[in-house]
């Protein structure tokens, strides 16, 4: 995976060699295997907290990557150039690196992924209020980021509505709540744009940025000399596309990434970005049930994806889409799946830099712009490709912060910056988007 597509002799130099293509374990290695298994065993059994710690895994060639996507280790980011990925190491994970043969340094601690939710336990919705700035300042749980949206749809009632778009495996509804003036009956179709958040359970400032350009878009439809929106454009907020996964997150796995189907071998979750239609099952996605990048066992496999293509069908037309995740700071369009351009390549260059220039205005901080496969790695059935190819339209990931210093645990304090980025980026998307 990544830019470099050279082919690579031998990944595990001269220190071992693999006798078959099934069995991934290098020779030297096995007869330790059943002493090191019993340590392993062993410190998994004295596991603490302290036992999770970032590490930095060297990644020489896209053949590895595959190979560790294909793990059920729990990576961070995979930036193509610079040679590895950080991956989050619980007890048992330095051994599983070791046995796949990959090189890694220790980077730092982390924090246990259960212990977030220990100090959590007593949230509730009560303070999700539209008037306060606390939405800037900290995290939501789920039921805070419905009910501030539920805010939003009271105190705003004209330009505010709601649709159910489906249920999650759990069973919790999925909505999109529409910002735009009145519908005119009979009236020419709507252009619409869609953002979708939290579609991977961790990247919680997703949320943050979600709620801030739902509310940003209340205000400046009720004052109209300042809305971005033209007649027939409305705006289509998804706040949490993953609701199980998201929920998780913040009560057993902090780390959490997938939606919570029980796989048939028992593991849990299917990566909704991998998921839909356009290039599903190739490359940058997993058949591992256990892999962080599961596809599941069919493209649209996924109520949660479903929801998503259904909704965006039932809309007609589509002239733009967002998918926010974090982290890097990138502006990524299509393709994601293949190295080929897009036909309107060149309109997406302009574009993602004129977004470029416009997020930076805030804070003075640039995102990267560019193809989604040149610019960070190969994935297939990522949700901007399908949008762009079923409705031509601008269709785009945007990874907010940080640079991975902090990763998913972006420190509150950056939750304002990030949101202001983030309106300012989809200002600019509004503006160009045709009525
Ligand atoms: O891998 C993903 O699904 C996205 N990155 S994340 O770290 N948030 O998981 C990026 C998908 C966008 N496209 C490409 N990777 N090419
Ligand atoms: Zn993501």
């Not at 293509?21 to 004295?46: D, E, G, S, Y």
């Not at 982390?110 to 939405?135: C, L, V």
């Not at 199980?244 to 990434?257: L, P, Q």
């Not at 995740?325 to 799946?337: M, V």
Request: aromatic share 14%; with cysteine.
């Amino acid at each position: 995976m990544g830019r470099a597509r050279k082919s690579y002799e031998n990944p595990y130099g001269r220190r071992w060699q693999f006798d078959t293509v099934r069995c991934k374990i290098p020779v030297p290695m096995r007869h330790r295997l059943a002493t090191v298994f019993v340590l392993a065993a062993a410190a998994t059994a004295w596991a603490t907290a302290s036992d999770w710690s970032r590490l930095h895994v060297h990644v020489p060639d896209d053949a590895a990557m595959q190979r560790l996507l294909d793990s059920d280790l729990n990576i961070m980011q995979c930036h193509p150039g610079c040679g590895g990925t950080d991956v989050i190491a619980g007890p048992g994970d330095e051994f599983k690196l070791r046995m796949l043969g990959f090189d890694f340094t220790y980077v730092g601690p982390m924090a246990a992924p259960d212990a977030w939710a220990k100090s959590q336990i007593n949230r509730t919705a009560a303070n999700a209020s539209i008037q306060s700035d606390e939405y800037r300042n900290r995290y939501f749980t789920a039921d805070e980021i419905l009910t501030f949206f539920e805010n939003l749809r009271t105190t705003y009632p004209v330009f505010v509505t709601r649709r159910q778009i489906g249920t999650s495996i759990n069973s919790e509804p999925i909505w999109a709540y529409r910002f735009g003036r009145p519908l005119r009956t009979g009236g020419q179709p709507e252009n619409n744009i869609v953002f979708i958040n939290l579609i991977h359970a961790r990247e919680w400032v997703s949320g943050s940025v979600g709620m801030h350009i739902g509310l940003r878009a209340a205000q400046t439809l009720s004052a109209p000399q300042q809305t971005p929106f033209l007649p027939n454009q409305a705006l289509w907020i998804v706040p949490i596309t993953n609701p199980d996964g998201y929920r998780f997150s913040w009560t057993n796995d902090r780390y959490w990434r997938k939606n919570r189907r029980r796989n048939s071998g028992g593991s849990f979750g299917v990566d909704l970005n991998r998921n839909f239609g356009t290039g599903w099952g190739g490359g940058g996605s997993s058949g591992n049930q256990s892999s962080l990048i599961y596809r599941g066992t069919a493209a649209f496999s996924e109520p949660e994806s479903v929801a998503i293509r259904d909704f965006a069908i039932s809309l007609g037309r589509v002239g733009a889409y967002i998918d926010f995740h974090s982290f890097s700071q990138l502006i990524l369009w299509p393709w994601s799946y293949t190295s080929n351009r897009a036909a309107d390549w060149q309109a997406f260059d302009a574009q993602g830099r004129r977004m470029q220039t416009a997020i930076r205005q805030p804070w003075g901080v640039t995102y990267t712009q560019g193809q989604g496969f040149q610019t960070i790695y190969q994935a297939s059935g990522v949700t901007p490709d399908w949008f762009y190819d079923r409705f031509r339209a601008s269709a785009y990931t945007i990874e907010l912060r940080d640079d991975g210093t902090f990763g998913f645990e972006l420190p509150a304090d950056q939750i304002r910056p990030t949101q202001d980025e983030a309106w300012a980026g989809a200002l600019q998307l509004i503006a160009e988007t045709p009525r």
